[in-house]
């Protein structure tokens, strides 16, 4: 099975990159000069094996929140063997003791196997792959990573530039993590030039990186970006979430009053986002239960909004809080 095995070997670790620089200067250098060589008499702790045992840390870690919000990492060796999935049957938590708690997300049968995922969902299955190369050394074979269209989602789709309807998808995809591969119409068979894809992608990338959180411009990329990628295209998601954390934290503002067109923009975006998740990660999900929670908390700030305007009567405003209730889960 796939999974962050103990006896990794540091395969995907890159000598003078940011990782293995950060080692040897906080970790491997100090340990050597620290002399805890010489109380090891059947095993030559050199600089290699250090790094290695440091990779294989790294490679089978959780992330973990102290109390503090310092994110710490620890070591679970039950956990660090369940095999990864791009569309796991479970989710994890700490305690406040450090304790690893892994929750069925989904009705697991008996005869199942138990997955967990060691990758951000919401990326693309290129980037999941070569995350998961890098930091874990695994390589993903799951039903997500085979399907072009990634069980339906198109989170690496882009728009065919040939016929209207088409989307292009990657049929061989690189392991460079930057849309290398063969991509190919689902509809007309027209290819897309690997460079254009690749091109396209640290476009996006550098263009995020130019935005710092300004409004203005993150829907003006998504704007321009939506003439290339299919609208769940994980750049395209990106945006959309960048938008909707600057209008929570405009919404939250004590000295904001909001607006309807705030919030029927903070909707559109839930709307947009809360399908996708629900297909990467089904069943129950703190990622989803906090997208849903602030999609009903627009929904009842507009609903009030729109009874104080006088738009509908109290009748309608029921129904109308009811309505996405029942519709979004």
């Given at each position: ?9 540091p395969g ?6 940011d990782?293995?620089q950060?080692?040897d200067?906080?970790?491997?250098t ?5 002399g ?13 094996l250090l ?5 294989r840390i790294?490679?089978n ?7 503090d ?6 070591v ?20 406040e003791?450090?304790?690893?708690i892994?929750?069925a997300?989904?009705?697991i ?7 967990n ?10 980037q999941?792959?070569h995350?998961l190369?890098l930091?874990k050394g ?7 990573c085979s ?9 690496s789709?882009?728009k065919?530039p040939?016929c209207?309807?088409?989307?292009v ?10 849309g ?11 290819t ?5 894809v ?9 263009a995020?990186l130019?935005?710092n959180?300004e ?22 998601v990106?945006?959309k ?6 209008l ?7 000295m904001c009053?909001?607006g ?5 923009r903070k909707?559109e975006?839930?709307?947009?986002i ?10 129950v ?14 929904y ?10 006088k ?5 309608a405003?029921?129904?109308?809080v009811s ?7």
């Open positions: 099975e796939q999974c962050a095995a103990l006896s990794a070997t995907a670790t890159v000598v003078d990159s990782a293995w950060e080692q200067v906080q970790v491997v100090p340990l050597l000069q620290s805890i060589a010489r109380a090891f008499k059947r095993v030559k702790v050199t600089h290699e790094h290695t045992l440091c990779w790294d490679a870690a959780f992330e973990v929140t102290a109390s919000s310092n994110t710490l990492k620890g679970y060796v039950c956990g660090a063997q369940l095999p990864n999935k791009c569309v796991p049957n479970t989710v994890d938590t700490f305690d003791s450090f304790r690893l892994l929750y997300s989904v009705r049968p008996g005869c199942d196997i138990i997955y995922t060691y990758t951000n969902l919401l990326m693309g299955t290129s999941r792959q995350e190369r930091t695994i390589e993903c074979t799951c039903a997500r399907d072009p269209l990634e069980l339906g989602t198109h989170m789709s882009l065919c040939k209207a309807n088409g989307f998808v990657c049929l061989a995809p690189m392991r460079d993590g930057r290398g591969g063969e991509w190919k119409c689902i509809n007309c068979a027209a897309m030039v690997t460079d254009v690749k091109q396209l992608l640290v476009e996006v990338g550098e995020l130019v935005a959180t409004l203005l411009a993150y829907e003006n990329l998504l704007a321009k970006y939506s003439a290339h990628f299919h609208q769940n295209h994980f750049v395209l990106e945006i979430q960048n938008i909707a954390c600057i929570r934290a405009v919404l939250m503002n004590p009053i909001p309807k067109d705030l919030l029927e909707l975006l839930c709307e947009e809360l399908p996708l998740v629900r297909a990467v990660l089904p069943g999900s703190k990622l989803y239960g906090i997208a849903l929670y602030e999609y009903l908390l627009s009842m700030e507009l609903a009030e909004l729109i009874f104080e305007d738009e509908v009567d109290n009748g405003l029921i129904f109308q309505l996405p209730i029942y519709s979004g889960c």
